[in-house]
């Protein structure tokens, strides 16, 4: 996997038609964590944690396959209503329309309940008709028992009916594979 570019708009996204699997999540989930563990390197994803590329849209090839597209965090509970303004901006206009988007890979931290940004990026993604797959990220922070619990409550909350819940933990490696399957099977024509 190699960083491919940032983009602030519809211009500069990628134009070689590679399927794109983007990656949606609360900040601090762990979704550069998870991008990392996903292409078996350690520092990669670091770059879209730069100054001034928090606010981009960051891709990253994946060989000839595909492009993870890694998406600005939402729901900090404080940012003033212009950033989450731009935000919106920004990530609606790669989600809506974007021809390569594969398969969106939403990420929640079965730690926490689900919260109102959880919850408007899945009826945003439902009412679109954007295909999703969930993944519980910091597995390793959970017993066992609690993460099948919470795996259930993901579910009813920000999942469907049809999709699993995967849990993946970025620092163990627990279920890397299974999701790189999930992301596979997604992206079968
Ligand atoms: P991002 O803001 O969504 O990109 O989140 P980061 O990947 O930067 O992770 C946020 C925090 O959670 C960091 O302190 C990480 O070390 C921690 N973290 C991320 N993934 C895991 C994980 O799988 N297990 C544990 N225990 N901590 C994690």
New binding site residues.
């Given amino acids: 996997m190699t960083f491919a570019g940032s983009a602030a708009g519809p211009a500069q996204f990628p134009r070689d038609g590679l399927p794109e699997v983007a990656f949606l999540?609360r900040?601090?989930?762990?979704?550069?964590?998870?991008l990392n563990a996903l292409s078996g390197q350690k520092d990669l994803a670091r770059v879209s944690?730069q100054p001034g590329r928090t606010r981009l849209v960051n891709f990253f090839r994946v060989d000839d396959e595909l492009y993870f597209v890694d998406l600005p965090?939402y729901g900090y509970a404080r940012a003033p209503a212009a950033e989450r303004e731009g935000w919106e901006r920004l990530v609606t206009s790669y989600l809506l329309g974007r021809d390569p988007l594969a398969l969106c890979l939403f990420l929640v931290d079965p730690r926490h309940e689900a919260q109102g940004s959880d919850e408007m990026l899945r009826d945003f993604l439902d009412r679109h008709g954007l295909p999703r797959v969930v993944a519980a990220?910091?597995?390793?922070?959970l017993g066992r028992g609690e993460v099948s619990r919470r795996r259930q409550e993901i579910r009813r909350g920000v999942g469907s009916s049809a999709l699993d819940v995967i849990p993946?933990?970025?620092?163990t490696g627990d279920g890397i594979d299974e999701l790189w399957r999930a992301i596979r099977a997604a992206l079968k024509p």
């Fill in positions: 999540g900040s601090n989930v762990g979704k550069s964590s998870l944690a965090g990220t910091k597995a390793d922070k993946v933990s970025a620092r």
